[in-house]
C-alpha cells in the first residue's frame, strides 16, 4: 500500500509493506519530501535513509479459524465468547461510517493528550468496528497490502466509560478483543497470510499494556525495518511540527 499526502509545499510517500527496489525508491525520493519505507525483512536501499528496527507481533494464518482462536490467551477467548453472547452487540467489516468513525477517533487521541490526525487521513484506511445497542464503541482501522494486512490504529470509548459504567466498560473491553479475532477471520477469507498488530515496545515499562495486549493473540514477535529519507528543508519543517505537536499535548492534557 501506498500513502500519498500534502504537508505544506511538500508531498510525502508511504510505502507500506512492499519490497520496492532501491532504484525505485531512488527515482521517488527527488519527488517527495519525505519518502517512508515500512518492511518486514531488510532492504538494500541507497545510502541516506534513517533506520529504526522495531518489534511487531504477527498473526499468521495458515492454519484454521479454531487453531489460529486456540493460540488467543484463554481470558480473550472467554471474553470474546462472552461479546458472541449479548443481543445487542454486532461488528462490522468493513466499516463505512466514516463521520462516526472519526469522531471516535478523534475523542480518544485528544482524551490521551494527543493531536488526532485529519479525517483525510483516517479515511484512507479500512475499518472493522464493535457496535453495542446501535452504538460505536471500538473500531480497528488497518490496510491491506498485497497479502499482509496491518493495524494502523486501535481505539474506543472505554476512556469515557471507565467511570461513568463499569458493565459498559467491560463490553467495550470484550469488543476490542472480538475485532482483532473478526479482523483475523476477515483477512483470511481474503486471501491474505497474516495480520500485523503493528509496532511493540518491550523494554519501556509506559508501553506495557499495550505490548501485553497486542501478544495476547498468538503472535509471532518480529523484526520489521522503518527506513525514511527526508529532503533537508523538510527534515527542518517536521522539527517544527513535532515542538508544535508537543506545546498541544500539554494544553490538551
Known sequence: MRLEERKGPFKTLDILLEEP?????????????????????????????????????????????????????????????????????????????????????RAFEIAQGRAPYPKKHIDQFQAASAYYQGRLISCVLFFVSGDKCRVRSIFSARLEAKDANREQYQIIGYATKRLIFELCKYAKEQGIILVDLA?????????????????GFGARIEDEYQYTYSQGVFRFLERIAALKARVLRRVLS
Open 199 to 215: 509496532s511493540i515496545n518491550l523494554t519501556n515499562p509506559e508501553r506495557e499494556p499495550i505490548a501485553r495486549f497486542k501478544s
Open 21 to 105: 527496489s532501491a532504484q525505485e525508491v531512488d527515482a521517488l525520493r527527488k519527488r517527495y519530501g519525505r519518502v517512508g519505507v515500512l518492511s518486514h525483512r531488510p532492504l538494500d536501499l541507497s545510502p541516506g535513509y534513517r533506520l529504526k528496527q522495531k518489534k511487531t507481533p504477527n498473526i499468521y494464518l495458515e492454519d484454521s479459524v479454531e487453531t489460529i482462536f486456540s493460540r488467543f490467551r484463554d481470558t480473550f477467548r472467554n471474553e470474546i465468547h462472552r461479546s458472541e453472547r449479548l443481543a445487542d452487540f454486532t461488528v462490522r467489516i468493513p466499516d463505512d461510517q466514516r463521520e462516526e468513525i472519526y469522531r471516535l477517533y
